[in-house]
């Protein structure tokens, strides 16, 4: 098998690419001598982003569940480059608040973006990266290894992201094809400011225990998911404590299902009192992705 190439001689793919930890991807990757194609939804957005990671970067306004779309910017972005070394499956959406209470639409949306986009970005970049003998890494969460009230449609897709990516991993390695799985706990992005603006899902965080209920720095955590990158690791931990997080995972499901539980009956008045208003995904990514949907014919 041949040896992994450095980042300056790599061209990248992310999705998500707009903002927060994709943009951060993308302009500290850059920085390394990458060779970055930004796949989102936010041309404007998108076109700032590949400013900033000079002459060499693309930008593609995609939506991550279109297959048919997403398959053709791949075959377009391997034309203009000539090859695809690693991709980034990063897109994701969020919404919070009990399942009765969410609108099933956006509730199923962020399973179709989350899950499904990472589904389709793996099955549409595939064949380069078999051709190149390549990385995918699937940018998961926190979210994928304990539970939490309120933010089911979020766990459910994270835990998703993260079973499909281990599975895919024995699949494809023969073909020489590496697939790692990213880790994040919360951390300073528009969607985990998003969430913070409802007071509901700020106090529930804030009863998390420590560091679980930090909110963690950007730019330190896209450095360990770039180192991570230039290893082509099966486990990239942007917050080191989350490595801590993983021999204890049988316990959590019990843990969270005695605490949560406590936590939500004592907000359960505020929560029904402001449940029209977490009707959305939260943030400036959640709410692009809305105005996306709604310009659709």
């Known amino acids: 098998m041949s040896a992994t190439p450095p980042l300056s001689e790599q061209v990248v793919v992310i999705t998500g690419a707009a903002r927060g930890v994709g943009a951060a991807l993308a302009r500290k990757l850059s920085l390394r001598g990458a060779r970055v194609a930004l796949v989102g939804l936010e041309p404007a957005e998108l076109k700032v982003v590949a400013a900033l990671c000079g002459p060499a970067a693309t930008a593609w306004e995609v939506d991550v569940t279109d ?22 499956a990063n897109a994701g959406i ?13 509730f199923t949306r962020v399973i179709e973006v989350n899950l499904l986009g990472s589904v389709a970005t793996a099955r549409a970049f595939l064949p380069a990266l078999t051709e190149s003998g390549g990385y995918l890494l699937q940018i998961a969460s926190l979210a994928a290894m304990t539970p939490a009230p309120l933010m089911s449609a979020y766990c459910a897709s994270k835990s998703g ?6 599975s895919l991993r024995a699949e494809v390695a023969y073909q020489g094809v590496k697939v790692g799985v ?17 007071a509901v899902l700020r106090q529930m965080r804030a009863r998390l225990p420590w560091p679980a209920s930090k909110t ?6 896209v450095d360990r998911l770039v180192a991570g990158v230039a290893r082509r690791s099966a486990h990239v931990y942007a917050q080191a404590w989350l490595r801590g997080m993983q021999p204890m995972r049988w316990l959590l499901p019990t843990l969270i299902a ?23 995904p939260v943030g400036a990514g959640g709410a692009a992705d809305s105005a996306a949907r709604s310009e659709k014919p």
């Open 182 to 198: 990213g880790y994040l706990s919360w951390t300073d992005t528009d969607m985990v400011r998003g969430a913070d603006q409802d």
């Open 258 to 280: 005695k605490a949560g539980a406590r936590d939500v009956a004592k907000l359960a008045p505020e929560i029904k009192a402001t449940a029209a208003t977490r009707l959305r």
């Open 161 to 166: 992201v993260e079973a499909f990516a281990h």
């Open 67 to 88: 297959i048919e779309a997403l398959g053709e910017a791949a075959r377009q972005i391997r034309e203009h480059y000539g090859r695809i070394d690693t991709v980034i």
């Open 94 to 106: 969020a919404i919070g608040g009990p399942l009765l209470d969410s609108d099933h639409r956006a």
């Open 216 to 221: 963690y720095p950007l730019e330190p955590a």
